[in-house]
C-alpha cells in the first residue's frame, strides 16, 4: 500500500469543509467523529482509516474514492472496483460489523483465488487470522485450498459431534 500523504490530504478536507461552509465541530459531528481527532487530520497529524474517510466523505458530501486517493490509499485508476466495493459493504446499515468483517474476508479470498490483491492484503489477512484465533473463530479458508484439503465444504478445526456419537458423517440405512 503506497504510503499516506495526510498533509495533502488535511489541506484538501479543510478547503473542502470550507466550500461547504462548515464548521470543525459541524463536520465532526455529521460525520462521527471527534473534533480533535478531524481537527489533527487536517492538520497532517493523524493517518485516518478508509472508514473515516468514507464517513467524513458522506458528510461533506464527496467522493471518498476521492479522498482515498488524495491520502495514497487507493491510486486513482488501480483498485477502484475494490475500494467501491468494500465501502458499500462497510456503509451498510442492515448488516453488524462481525457480519461486514466475515463478508470483506469471502470477498478477499474470492479475490486472491482469482489473482487478485494477494500480496497488498497479506499483512491484514494475517491479522485477521490472528484475531480470529484469539476469538476461537473457525475462518473459511480459500476455495482452492478448502478442495484441495477434502472438498469444498471441509472447514478446518475439529468437526462437530453427531447426535449418534460418531464423527464418521451421515449413516447410510439399506433399503
Known sequence: ??????????????????????????????????????????RGLRKPSAEVLQQVAKALRISAETLYVRAGILDAERDRDD????????????????????????????????????DADADADADADADAADDGEVRVQDTAAGDAAGG???IPGPRPRTTGGSDAGPRRTAG
Open 1 to 42: 500500500m503506497a504510503s499516506l500523504n495526510v498533509g495533502n490530504l488535511g489541506e484538501y478536507l479543510r478547503e473542502q469543509r470550507r466550500n461547504a461552509q462548515l464548521s470543525l465541530r459541524q463536520l465532526a459531528e455529521a460525520a462521527g467523529v471527534s473534533n480533535p481527532y478531524l481537527s489533527q487530520i487536517e
Open 152 to 154: 469444498a465444504d471441509s
Open 83 to 118: 475500494v467501491e466495493t468494500r465501502a458499500v459493504l462497510l456503509a451498510d446499515p442492515s448488516l453488524n460489523e462481525r457480519q461486514k468483517q466475515v463478508l470483506l474476508q469471502i470477498y478477499e479470498s474470492f479475490r486472491k483465488e482469482n489473482g487478485f490483491g494477494a
